[in-house]
């Protein structure tokens, strides 16, 4: 692991990250100590791995949001109405043709993303 601080920017470069130097109340400017910059590029890594996570199960929470009411479909099945069941189905088939599931090759895309970049 790399730390170096420029004395005259007081920027830390941490595994080739630049980190600016924290703003003190007072205006004054003090750089990151070497153990605070490994806390806040270890966020950094981490937030990364959260990104690509969202980015594989956001079509989840896009499904969800926008799937018919399950009510809906209960109503269908107490009135034996074959017409609103058989719509309630093409309605969660409509979201999940729009929201469709990562396939394997977006998988490995998503996960060949290096720290810093995005989709």
């Known amino acids: 692991m790399t ?4 004395n005259e ?8 990250r630049d980190y600016f130097p924290k ?6 400017q003090v750089p990151w100590t ?6 806040l590029h270890q966020q950094y890594l981490d937030g990364h791995e959260i990104y690509k996570q969202n980015l594989k199960e956001e079509y989840k929470v896009k499904r969800r949001n ?5 009510e809906d479909y209960l109503d269908a099945i107490v009135k034996d ?3 609103q069941k058989q719509k309630y189905i093409d309605d969660c088939n409509a979201v999940k043709t729009k929201y469709p599931k990562p396939t394997a090759e977006d998988i490995a895309k998503i996960d060949a993303l290096k720290v810093g970049e995005s989709l």
């Open 9 to 16: 920017t007081k920027v830390v470069t941490y595994e080739g």
């Open 34 to 39: 070497e153990d605070e910059v490994k806390i």
């Open 81 to 83: 109405d074959d017409t």
């Open 3 to 6: 730390y170096s601080l420029n």
């Open 66 to 70: 926008e799937y018919p009411l399950m």
């Open 23 to 28: 703003l003190m109340g007072d205006g004054s």
